[in-house]
């Protein structure tokens, strides 16, 4: 399976492709690093910024895109312009689009901690947030982390309330 791990940053999308093949990771070599919409409140530019994904996609015979989801409120909350590449992003139909925040991805790598170490990779250090959250993904492909985790949320939220009656 290939994934596509994208951290968005300003007007980029910083890129980092990692497949998992017979129990293995790989990085097999990828022409782009980051994708660059010039300008998020036009039309054209958002129209050519999903275009280069989707070519991407279909060069690399990607599974799946994983971005790592803007928070919508408070300090690290992101932009708009982010907002709008995030939307871009997941309208593409060429394959499966997924999000992941942050608790998701630290909870994956609580249970299964990386093999390797950033600096082996031999990716650019602007790529880390990338390949983290595809190397994620690839760790647990089904989503039973979270799954495991919303349940442990839910029966503590259930406790509490049977302490208050």
Known sequence: MRVLGIELSANDAIVALVEYSTGM?????CRARRIECRNPDNAGDLRYFQKSLVKLVEDYK?????VRERMKKGKFAGGAN????EAVIQ???SCE?????TTEQKAIFKKYPMTVQFAETGLKKFQQGAFEIAYANLSDP???VEAARLQEIQK???RRETEVE
């Open 82 to 85: 982010g907002f709008k590449l």
């Open 97 to 101: 689009v997924r999000l992941m925040n």
């Open 62 to 66: 990607i599974d799946r895109i994983v």
């Open 142 to 144: 089904s989503g039973q």
């Open 91 to 93: 309208l593409i139909d």
């Open 25 to 29: 990771f790989y990085l097999p070599e």
């Open 156 to 158: 503590r939220k259930e």
